[in-house]
């Protein structure tokens, strides 16, 4: 990028122009202006821009054909609409067109900087001497479709729109979401992620929106949102399905006006945040019932994620077992123990109902069976049984923390029966149970027996 910045500006009317050329001056932010779509063509044509401010209605044409114009010609510029008060539809697609971000009429000029700063850092050019960073490498795996994965959440870690995670329970939902920041303008601030499902009802609207001291009681003083809490970055609403719809409405106007209100505030505080969100749960499902308000649905879901199940990408099991087994074993401040060929094979038989997640257990599990180091195929234990339900989400991971608890409670059992045996002796315990000390130490903290 230039040392001065320089935006194209594409409105017909000349106040609006006048303010944002003005704005972005004292921002250090050189400014060429348009007032009909041909014109905007021309110059985008002749000169170079790191940022383009476009009107949603033009003379000859509309601002979301102007969108896909850059898309086709320079890709690399954000683009930003400018659109109608409350015309949610056409933000959205604007958004859908490749629109990097959007602001309403009457302008609100914290929003526009708030905007123009961090599409400015999405243009910036890495130095000549650097290759761009590339935070993808997190997300396991050689096949084709966990590579597609990756390409896309660079392509939308470059947007600000709205992203809807859907897969699996065990998938790697938060973890995509959390690679769409990090690659993302937004890097340098807060990742904020919330399990809507994990918050009491009643105390919802105070975990999101914050408190004034004495709203309440027990409102002893005053408390930050998570809104606020994620301010410059983003929040992140893991299983939004689980949202009752009265916090849904909620939700929408916060995420529509960019901006809360406290409980117990007299007014509004703007806020500027990206919104990620994701569930196991069929969201359109819902929605078509009735049990999800289908005007935050389409603003939630301006761009999908689908994250694809382990199922789908079994030649990837390999590569994730070996990174499984040295994470375990870096806990256990162990080596990592060698996997039997068959017991390999057959974890490539297995449907994974439970995807990366319940990966990670199964071998967390055969690492404290196996003896000797070595993981056979009957450490593994692999829970057989009827097929998951197919597009049904909830049941089979219903099934497997159904599993993990019964399994967990009888490891328990054994574990506090060779202390009782022992006389809570671990070394003693642990030769018993044929575990080492660092395995039943693990154990014991992370079944929290005391």
């Not at 790697?172 to 769409?180: D, F, P, V």
């Not at 289908?294 to 990837?316: G, H, W």
């Amino acid at each position: 990028m230039a040392a001065h910045p320089r935006a194209l500006i594409v409105d017909d009317e000349p106040d609006i122009r006048e303010l944002l050329v003005i704005t972005l001056d004292r921002m250090d932010v050189q400014t060429e202006e348009a007032e009909n779509l041909r014109e905007a063509r021309e110059k985008l044509a002749s000169s170079d821009f790191d940022l383009c401010l476009t009107d949603m209605r033009l003379p000859d044409g509309n601002g979301i054909d102007f969108v896909r114009h850059i898309q086709q010609t320079k890709p690399y510029i954000p683009v930003a609409m400018i659109t109608a008060h409350g015309n949610m539809e056409s933000a959205i697609e604007a958004l859908k067109a490749g629109a990097f971000d959007f602001v309403s009429k009457p302008v609100d000029l914290n929003v526009l900087r708030n905007l123009v700063t961090t599409a400015l850092k999405v243009s910036e050019e890495p130095p000549a001497d650097t290759q761009p960073v590339d935070r993808t490498a997190s997300l396991l795996g050689k096949s084709a479709m966990i590579q597609q994965t990756r390409q896309t959440i660079l392509k939308l870690a470059r947007s600000q729109a709205p992203v809807y995670i859907s897969g699996g329970s065990g998938a790697g939902k938060e973890l995509a979401a959390r690679l769409i920041h990090d690659n993302g303008p937004r890097a340098d601030k807060p990742f904020v992620p919330v399990n809507c499902g994990a918050i009491p009802s009643e105390l919802m609207e105070s975990e999101f929106f914050g408190h004034k001291k004495g709203s309440f009681t027990g409102a002893s003083s005053d408390k930050q949102g998570l809104f606020q809490a994620a301010d410059g970055g983003t929040l992140f609403l893991d299983e939004v399905a689980d949202l009752p719809l009265d916090m849904q409405v909620k939700l929408l106007r916060a995420i529509q006006e960019k901006a809360i209100r406290p409980v117990g505030a007299h007014r509004e505080i703007p806020v500027n945040v990206r919104i990620i969100s994701a569930t196991h749960k069929d969201l359109h499902r819902l929605t078509a019932a009735g049990q999800f308000r289908q005007d935050l649905y389409f603003r939630i879901n301006v761009i999908e994620l689908p994250m694809p199940s382990l199922k789908a990408r079994l030649e990837d099991i390999p590569l994730l077992v070996e990174h499984f087994l040295r994470k375990i074993a870096r806990e256990w401040q162990t080596e990592p123990p060698k996997i039997d060929k068959a017991a390999l094979a057959e974890l490539k038989t297995y449907d994974f109902p439970g995807n990366v997640r319940e990966l990670e257990n199964i071998l967390e599990r055969a690492m404290t069976l196996c003896e000797d180091n070595y993981i056979k195929e009957a450490d593994l234990k692999l829970p057989r049984g009827g097929e998951p339900v197919s597009g049904e989400f909830v049941q089979p991971v219903a099934q497997i923390q159904a599993l993990d608890t019964a399994l967990d409670s009888s490891e328990r059992q054994a574990i506090v029966k060779a202390l009782e045996k022992t006389r809570y002796n671990k070394t003693a315990a642990a030769k018993l149970l044929g575990l080492t000390f660092r395995q039943l130490r693990y154990r014991i903290k992370k079944l929290g027996i005391e």
